[in-house]
């Protein structure tokens, strides 16, 4: 079965730089990968989907990079800032795109320092 | 727009009691709905998902179970609380037809005793 791999550690970082937390799956190559953010006692939130055949995408100060054959997708926050603090998850196709279930990874706990 | 409503936000229950958690989705329709549970330092769990009134998947054998009455409206139930149903359970919903993010409610706190 799929699983997904997210660093259990908190990634610490100043405010001002970039933030790059990893992703890693070791099954079958998902047809899209999506990442989430969390905050504490809140339900996750949806930020960007990208699909198996897209390399990179970006939204504002986001950016989401999906190299199928390192299985691997990087998620960057550029001029990280302390309201960027939560825990980012990663969630890919449960069933190689047949539905639309999700598989979670257990998230990254993100702290931007002022 | 699209909002989901869940209730209650936190429930304190004693073990061998039962349990209905509530979860509606307004502003859509034929909409994929998700169970979900998040016990601590864990991974989202899911636990079942309808894609139609009374069509209900269940992913993990357990303790619970799912009913979807009407089109925006999904219930979660046990007959009888364990411990291990502690944990924070939440719902989400997508569109149908190749929007595959999912938007989730803003969970319920099951704390079992």
Redesign the interface.
């Given at each position: 079965s799929q699983k997904?791999e997210q660093n259990s550690e908190a990634l610490n970082i100043q405010e001002g730089k970039t933030a790059t937390l990893t992703c890693n799956y070791t099954n079958y190559s998902p047809a899209?990968l999506?990442w989430y953010r969390q905050d504490p006692?809140?339900?996750?939130?949806?930020l960007l989907?990208i699909r198996e055949n897209e390399k990179e995408k970006r939204k504002e100060r986001l950016k989401v990079t999906f190299d199928t054959t390192l299985k691997q997708s990087l998620f960057h926050i550029t001029a990280s800032q302390p309201a960027d603090s939560a825990t980012y998850?990663c969630a890919l196709?449960?069933e190689g795109g047949a539905t639309?279930?999700?598989?979670?990874?257990?998230?990254t706990l993100l702290a931007v320092q002022p | 727009s699209q909002t989901i409503h869940q209730w209650p936000a936190t429930l304190v229950q004693p073990v061998g009691s039962p349990l209905s958690l509530e979860c509606t989705v307004e502003g859509t329709s034929n909409p994929?709905l998700?169970w979900?549970r998040q016990a601590a330092?864990?991974?989202?769990q899911?636990l079942f998902?309808s894609v139609g009134i009374g069509q209900i998947s269940s992913?993990v054998p357990q303790n619970l179970s799912a009913s979807r009455p009407q089109d925006r409206q999904f219930i979660l139930s046990s007959k009888k609380l364990l411990l291990s149903d502690s944990g924070?359970y939440?719902c989400?919903w997508?569109q149908?037809g190749g929007r595959?993010?999912?938007?989730?409610?803003?969970?319920t706190?099951l704390t079992v005793t």
């Amino acid at each position: 079965s799929q699983k997904i791999e997210q660093n259990s550690e908190a990634l610490n970082i100043q405010e001002g730089k970039t933030a790059t937390l990893t992703c890693n799956y070791t099954n079958y190559s998902p047809a899209y990968l999506q990442w989430y953010r969390q905050d504490p006692g809140r339900g996750p939130v949806f930020l960007l989907l990208i699909r198996e055949n897209e390399k990179e995408k970006r939204k504002e100060r986001l950016k989401v990079t999906f190299d199928t054959t390192l299985k691997q997708s990087l998620f960057h926050i550029t001029a990280s800032q302390p309201a960027d603090s939560a825990t980012y998850l990663c969630a890919l196709d449960g069933e190689g795109g047949a539905t639309n279930k999700l598989i979670f990874g257990t998230g990254t706990l993100l702290a931007v320092q002022p | 727009s699209q909002t989901i409503h869940q209730w209650p936000a936190t429930l304190v229950q004693p073990v061998g009691s039962p349990l209905s958690l509530e979860c509606t989705v307004e502003g859509t329709s034929n909409p994929n709905l998700y169970w979900y549970r998040q016990a601590a330092g864990r991974g989202l769990q899911l636990l079942f998902y309808s894609v139609g009134i009374g069509q209900i998947s269940s992913e993990v054998p357990q303790n619970l179970s799912a009913s979807r009455p009407q089109d925006r409206q999904f219930i979660l139930s046990s007959k009888k609380l364990l411990l291990s149903d502690s944990g924070f359970y939440l719902c989400a919903w997508n569109q149908r037809g190749g929007r595959y993010e999912q938007y989730f409610g803003p969970g319920t706190r099951l704390t079992v005793t």
